[in-house]
């Protein structure tokens, strides 16, 4: 591959990781909505929502870091939309692999922790070691899943763990092959994506919003920019990891698509967990289904 | 100790001199007693017959007698009773015994009259502002408290004829009912 | 710390000319700023009085107020609108300027209820403040006791309309009579009134002052203001 065919990925990648995650925040709204029998935002929401955002006249800037932060923030996750292959482009998915795209999901969490320190709002620190017990809580089966899987393909190559499933059909998925992981995997990606049942750290009524809440203008259009990185990115992980990746667009979007759509049908049936609670219920549960996958996987 | 305690109280009420009983339905009684022995009656209501909630202490202002009357009631859990005890106590100065020491919960209430009232309570923790905590105004629910001067003296009106209302007359809308119209 | 009085008083230097439009484009961005201003408000999840019960019926399944954009917002630098719903007592009044004074601006006030527009019901009430617009720019009224919230959709409708055509700047009467409003808040408040936000420097900031910015109770202002402490926390422990 050549150095403009990498570039033009490059660019490309997170351009239509932007996209799809405006439309992956619009269909959770849209969901939303329907469960309460509402009609839901119209098509452009999530893009007037970010333009107006920017549009702001006042922009309370906290400082350097708390801007820093807001950087760090998307920064990670489009560093790690290029390890994360498409159809049709691979990116640096060959040369990063599962354990660097590890440590770019972690960015992001950090970056706020930065941002709102300095922010210096109470209701944000609380917000944010929260945020950070919990990202404790759903790392730990995250890891145990994404080990088991590596260790399964023998690689951490995405784009090769990819092609090994797509080169055995549907039986060949890894939801077919590891269940139990792929179950631990979906209770992980509930709390990354911070919904309900385990979104504590945001809980508007009582601590306004958490991390949010000094945020305002385009540091709050930022996190709209980052939300929507982080559902595409939570989408296509699992996609590629348990759903055989993506052939063709046709049968990628869908799959992205459908596996962000359970974390928000899961999470209009329930209110939320305190923080003991959610380490508890994540360390207990879902590690133990992704041991017992990892001993199954093992043998 | 069911019902009968409540006969005993009531022959017990009946015979001391210088308050008077009335009992107004199985569940509430009516007690007037003067302004220097309500305390010890409250005591012997919560020591000794088990009225240990103090439900509330409200204020009424009689300018014409020159009085306050303080109404305490106290609720018994066990004889399923409230009474009410009324007393009252001079206007000027208006100064009275807290029952603090007996009741905590006072504290509020009283803490609520001077605020309302001006009525000082001595001995009560606190009484500071409480509720109105821009004002400082005479208290405001005595009656000789004009509250309809003291808004038109600090209060500007909204014109009754701004001229963006007369766009909206002409769609056939607009203030129907003027103030005049519906004072009483 | 120097005596607050002694310090001079900095002459402020006039406030910048608006910087010529050059940028071909730029009518056409404003306009699509402005519409994606209009459909898109996060109101102020902050209620005053009895009118706030209409305000469940708006956003939920019955007339879903997601529809128009508008959604939600906990905290005053999220939000774009700030709801007063029903009577405002003098001690509710401080917080409403204190929040108003956060929300970042473009900002917008639209007032509920016939106690917004002349202390309604509460007219002689010694406790409420009558006429909200005194002391914040209001936007848009909706009167009624209580409207109903097809009322509530239509103000919010004409809100709206007025953002998109660009004549929503009531909070730029703020900055532009900030001496009108102040002085009404200090009949009420009393001389020693301050807000922690710097109203003066930012209608600087933003290029808004007028001669009606500056006057006497500005003035009161400056002489009176004292350097903001954290807020006092009082325990009292119980001696018994």
Redesign the interface.
């Known amino acids: 591959m050549s150095w403009q065919e990498l570039l033009l990925e490059l660019t490309l990648m997170p351009l239509l990781a932007f996209v799809i995650g405006l439309a992956m925040v619009l269909m959770m709204r849209r969901i939303a909505a329907q469960i309460q029998r509402r009609v839901g935002p119209p098509l452009l929401q999530p893009i007037y929502d970010i333009v107006k955002l920017y549009s702001k006249q006042t922009q309370i800037s906290h400082g350097f870091i708390h801007e820093l932060g807001i950087m760090m923030a998307v920064g990670g996750y489009i560093a790690a939309e290029a390890l994360l292959p498409v159809p049709g482009m691979d990116g640096l998915a060959d040369k990063g692999g599962l354990i660097t795209l590890i440590y770019f999901l972690m960015v992001p969490t950090l970056g706020m922790a930065l941002g709102v320190g300095q922010c210096a709002n109470p209701n944000g620190s609380i917000g944010i070691s929260r945020a950070l017990t919990a990202m404790l809580a759903y790392d730990i089966p995250f890891v145990i899943v994404v080990f088991g899987v590596a260790f399964h393909y023998q690689t951490t190559n995405l784009a090769e763990i990819a092609a090994i499933q797509q080169a055995h059909g549907v039986s060949g998925w890894g939801m077919m092959e590891m269940p139990l992981l792929a179950l631990a995997a979906l209770f992980a990606l509930q709390g990354m994506m911070g919904k309900q049942p385990f979104e504590v750290y945001i809980a508007p009524a009582e601590i306004a919003t958490g991390p949010m809440v000094e945020m305002s203008g385009k540091f709050m259009g930022g996190l709209f920019v980052m939300q929507s990185f982080q559902y595409y990115t939570a989408g296509v992980l699992y996609t590629i990891l348990f759903l055989g990746g993506g052939e063709n667009w046709l049968t990628f979007l869908p799959k992205i698509f459908a596996v962000v759509a359970i974390p928000m049908t899961i999470a209009m049936l329930f209110p939320r967990f305190r923080t003991e609670d959610l380490v508890r219920l994540m360390w207990k549960w879902p590690v133990m289904a992704g041991l017992l996958g990892l001993a199954f996987v093992m043998n | 100790m069911d019902k009968n305690l409540n006969v005993w109280l009531d022959n017990l009420l009946q015979e001391i001199e210088g308050i008077k009983f009335r009992r107004k339905s199985t569940r509430r009684v009516r007690i007037d007693v003067a302004m220097d022995a309500l305390p010890t009656l409250l005591e012997l209501l919560q020591g000794r017959a088990s009225y240990v909630h103090l439900s509330a202490i409200t204020c009424v202002d009689w300018p014409d007698d020159g009085e306050f009357e303080l109404v305490y009631h106290v609720w018994s859990y066990e004889t399923q009773s409230l009474v009410s005890a009324h007393t009252r106590i001079p206007r000027d100065p208006g100064v009275y015994l807290s029952i603090y020491d007996l009741y905590e919960p006072a504290a509020f209430f009283e803490r609520d009259i001077h605020e309302m009232f001006g009525v000082f309570f001595e001995g009560s923790p606190d009484m500071e502002k409480f509720i109105l905590t821009e004002w400082d105004g005479p208290p405001p629910m005595r009656k000789e408290f004009d509250s309809e001067a003291f808004v038109n003296q600090q209060f500007e009106w909204q014109p009754y004829h701004p001229d963006w209302l007369k766009e909206l007359e002409e769609e056939g809308g607009g203030v129907t009912t003027r103030p005049e119209d519906i004072r009483w | 710390m120097k005596d607050i009085k002694k310090i001079e008083i900095i002459q402020r230097p006039p406030p910048p000319e608006p910087a010529r439009r050059t940028n071909p484009l730029a009518r056409v961005f404003d306009e699509?700023?402005r519409?994606?201003?209009s459909?898109?408000m996060f109101m102020l999840?902050y209620c005053t009085g009895c009118g706030a019960i209409e305000l469940p019926p708006a956003m939920?399944?019955r007339f879903?107020m997601?529809?128009l954009?508008i959604q939600p917002?906990?905290?005053p630098?999220?939000a774009?609108i700030l709801l007063v719903t029903g009577y405002v007592s003098?001690?509710t009044l401080?917080r409403i300027i204190l929040t108003y004074e956060q929300m970042?601006?473009?900002k917008y006030v639209i007032g509920i209820c016939s106690c917004t527009?002349?202390?309604g019901m509460y007219?002689?009430?010694?406790?409420t403040?009558?006429?909200l617009k005194?002391y914040i720019p209001v936007d848009v009224y909706i009167a009624g006791c209580m409207p109903r919230p097809e009322a509530v959709i239509s103000g919010l409708r004409a809100l709206m309309e007025d953002i998109r055509t660009g004549r929503g700047d009531a909070w730029k009467k703020y900055y532009q009579n900030y001496d009108f409003y102040l002085g009404?808040q200090q009949?009420?408040?009393?001389e020693k009134w301050q807000t922690p936000t710097d109203v003066i420097a930012?209608a600087h900031h933003?290029g808004m002052m007028t001669d009606q910015t500056l006057g006497e109770h500005t003035d009161l202002l400056e002489q009176n203001e004292v350097p903001l402490d954290a807020l006092r926390t009082r325990l009292k422990a119980r001696t018994e």
């Open positions: 699509l700023v519409f994606c201003q459909r898109s999840h939920t399944s879903d997601e529809r954009g917002m906990v905290t630098r999220q774009d003098v001690k401080k970042p601006s473009p527009v002349n202390g007219w002689q009430s010694y406790a403040a009558k006429v005194d009404n009949r009420l408040f009393g930012e933003y």
